[in-house]
C-alpha cells in the first residue's frame, strides 16, 4: 500500500508539495494537468515538468486523476474513435512518465454534486453537504455556478467550465438514451483502452458516480456491488479495475462497504481506495465529516481491514476533509484535515497487518 494526497499542480493548490512532505507515511501525489480540457491529448513536456516538481519535493507521481473522457465518448458519437485515440496517446504519454494507475469517471455532465460546499459543522468546521430535495430543486446550471462562486478561486474538479457551457443540451441527451444503452458506450471505450493500459502498464481504475443513485434522469451506473460486478464483467484485464471511494459508494446506506472492499480486493480489482467518512441524515441526504469511523457512518476499520485481509496493494489516499483551524483552500482538499486523516488511515493499515496473522491465520 502506498499512501499519497491530491494536489493540483503548477499555482492551482493552496497546499504545497513541500507541506504534503511532511505528512507522516506519504509517499506521493494523485494529481493531473487540471486545467487542460476533456479530449485534448497531454502534452509530454507538461507531464515531465510536472513529474520534475514532485520528484522535486521528494514525492512520487504515480496516480494521475484524472483524464477526464471526452463528451462524444460518453454520447457514443461517431467523433468518439477520434477522442479514444487522443486518450490512447495521452495514456503512452502516462507511461513515459511512469504513471502506474489512472483515476477516471464515466459520469455523465456531472462529476459529483453537492448541494452545499461550505456547511458548518457544530465544531465549527465547515464541509462539503448533499441534500436531495436542494439538488433536485436547482436546475444543473444554478448548481453549477454556486458551485463555482465558492470554490474560492481553484478550479474545481468536474466542474470544469467547458463542461457547463453545454449542460442542458447535453443533459437532455442522457435522458433520451438511457442507461442500457450508456453501458454500450462504456464497454465500447473499455474494449478500445484496456489492451492499451495494459501494454503500458497503467491501471485504470474508475470512480463511483457520486451520488451513487439517479439525478436529472441521468444514467447512474457505478453505484453498488452489483453494478460494479457488471462493470469489471465487461473486460477480463487485471488493468480493468475500481477506485474504491468510500464517501461515493458510502452515501447510499445500502452498500456494504466492508463486504464490496473484500470482494473486489480479493479479485484484484480495487487499484486506488478513496478514504473518507460520511454521516448521513437521511437516506439521500448526508454531510462530510471527519476520517474517524466515529465522527460518521462508516465503520472505516472495518474497510481498511478487508481491504488489508484481501491482498489490498494499491494507492490510498485520504479523501475530502473538512476545512479546519481557519485554513482557506479548496472545499474538501485543505490540508490539515487531510492529513489528520492520512494518520489516522496509516494507523488503521498498521493495526490490520500487525493483527491480520491472529485474526485470519494468513500472513501478510
Ligand atoms: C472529487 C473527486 C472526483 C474524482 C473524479 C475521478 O473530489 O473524487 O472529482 O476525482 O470523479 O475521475
Redesign the pocket.
Known amino acids: 500500500m502506498k499512501m499519497i494526497m ?1 494536489y493540483f499542480p503548477f499555482g492551482d493548490d493552496s497546499v504545497t508539495l513541500g507541506q504534503i512532505r511532511q505528512v507522516p507515511g506519504m509517499s506521493g501525489v494523485a494529481t493531473s494537468l487540471s486545467r487542460l480540457t476533456a479530449g485534448e491529448v497531454w502534452p509530454l513536456e507538461s507531464l515531465f515538468r510536472l513529474k520534475a516538481e514532485v520528484a522535486d519535493a521528494g514525492l512520487e507521481v504515480e496516480v494521475i ?2 483524464v ?1 473522457i471526452h463528451e462524444d465518448i460518453k454520447k457514443g458519437l461517431p467523433s468518439r474513435d477520434l477522442y479514444i485515440e487522443r486518450y490512447i496517446q495521452t495514456l503512452k504519454n502516462l507511461h513515459e512518465i511512469g504513471i502506474k494507475c489512472l ?3 464515466f ?1 455523465p455532465v456531472l ?2 454534486a453537492r448541494s452545499d460546499l461550505s456547511h458548518s459543522l457544530e465544531d465549527g468546521s465547515q464541509v462539503m453537504a448533499y441534500r436531495h430535495e436542494q439538488v433536485l430543486a436547482l436546475n444543473p446550471d444554478t448548481m453549477a455556478l454556486s458551485m463555482n462562486s465558492k470554490a474560492r478561486g481553484y478550479s474545481l ?2 466542474w470544469e467550465p467547458e463542461r457547463l457551457a453545454q449542460m442542458a443540451k447535453d443533459i437532455e441527451f442522457y435522458q433520451a438514451i438511457g442507461v442500457e444503452q450508456y453501458w454500450k458506450h462504456i464497454k465500447y471505450f473499455l474494449d478500445a483502452v484496456i489492451p492499451y493500459a495494459q501494454q503500458y502498464d497503467i491501471k485504470m481504475a ?2 463511483p458516480d ?1 451520488p451513487p443513485w439517479p439525478l436529472y434522469g441521468l444514467p447512474k451506473v457505478i453505484t453498488n456491488a452489483e453494478h460494479i460486478r457488471h462493470f469489471l464483467s465487461l473486460n477480463s484485464s487485471p488493468y480493468h479495475g475500481i ?1 474504491f ?1 468510500t ?2 459508494l458510502g452515501s447510499s446506506m445500502e452498500n456494504d462497504l466492508p463486504s464490496m472492499a473484500a470482494e473486489f480486493a480479493s479479485q484484484g480489482r480495487i487499484h486506488f481506495a ?1 478514504l473518507r467518512n460520511v454521516k448521513h441524515l437521511s437516506k439521500q441526504d448526508f454531510d462530510e465529516c471527519a476520517h474517524l469511523s466515529g465522527c460518521g457512518d462508516l465503520d472505516m476499520y472495518a474497510i481498511v481491514e478487508a481491504l488489508s485481509d484481501n491482498g489490498f496493494d494499491g494507492y490510498i489516499r485520504p ?2 476533509g473538512r476545512m479546519i483551524w481557519g485554513e482557506q483552500a479548496r472545499p ?2 485543505g490540508l490539515y484535515d487531510r492529513a489528520l486523516g492520512a494518520t489516522y488511515l496509516a494507523g488503521l493499515w498498521e493495526a490490520a497487518k500487525k493483527t491480520q496473522v491472529t485474526r485470519t491465520g494468513i500472513p501478510c
Open positions: 491530491r486523476e484524472s477526464n483515476c477516471y469517471n459520469m462529476d459529483w474538479p468536474g474508475i470512480h457520486d477506485t471511494c464517501g461515493s478513496h479523501d475530502h474538501g482538499y
